[in-house]
């Protein structure tokens, strides 16, 4: 008898849990009005990656610059020759703890994912996208602009790409420092070494591309305005 109560008992609890399983999946790719679902995240990272590989294929076209740990990447690739996107991955690899650190760890595995695709990206396009004649103030508005709308797709999502922000960041919480002179100094480094790589013209245009990139983050990501996470 106790077998038998036992073997029924079994079988309700099973569509019980598949019903819980199914609900459970859903859950996790329904869309809500305050918060992005599975769907929206794994959209959210392609989408971004794929606009900041396209950006930096513009930049690495023209031999330009950029801030960050993209334009330490950049200053190696022209200065050696090695692969942009093998060289954005490494660099990235050590600011992963301070994010995890600062952010949580669904900001820090989102950013790694957003970097990866970025480099994967970066290196795959070419291959596919080439430019018979491309002027370098024309490539860095273009690249700027898509970087930059490839990053506002990431922040939306509670992802980024890495770098020197997040050391900022983790820095002023561990010893006062503002966060926003400690970015100035990271990225006024990688100004003052791109003079040798590049000339004072494909300089003067990767500065113009990173004020569009800038302009395109501070126009329109904007917390009140965009609530979902």
């Not at 009005?33 to 995240?41: A, K, N, T, V």
């Amino acid at each position: 008898m106790a077998a038998v109560m036992g073997l029924a008992a079994a079988d309700r609890e099973q569509p019980m849990a598949m019903a819980e399983m199914k609900s459970g999946f859903f859950k996790a790719i329904a869309s809500r009005p305050e918060r992005h679902s599975l769907i929206d995240d794994i959209q959210g990272l392609l989408a971004g990656s794929l606009l900041a590989g396209l950006g930096v294929m513009f930049l690495s076209g023209a031999k330009l610059l950029s801030g960050g740990t993209a334009g330490v990447a950049f200053l190696l690739h022209y200065a050696a020759g090695w692969s942009f996107g093998l060289l954005f991955f490494l660099i990235n690899l050590p600011f992963y703890y301070f994010a995890f650190r600062r952010m949580g760890p669904a900001f820090t595995i989102k950013t790694f994912l957003a970097v990866t695709l970025t480099s994967f990206f970066s290196s795959a396009l070419p291959k596919f996208i080439g430019f018979g004649a491309l002027d370098p103030f024309i490539a860095a508005l273009v690249g700027g602009l898509l970087l930059g709308t490839g990053m506002l797709a990431l922040f939306r999502h509670r992802a980024s790409l890495g770098g020197f922000g997040i050391l900022a960041l983790f820095l002023q919480d561990r010893f006062g420092w503002r966060a926003g002179l400690v970015q100035l100094c990271f990225d006024c480094t990688v100004l003052a070494l791109s003079f040798l790589v590049a000339s004072p013209f494909i300089i003067a245009c990767s500065v113009a591309g990173a004020a569009v990139l800038n302009l395109t983050l501070a126009i329109n990501h904007r917390r009140d305005r965009y609530i979902a996470v």
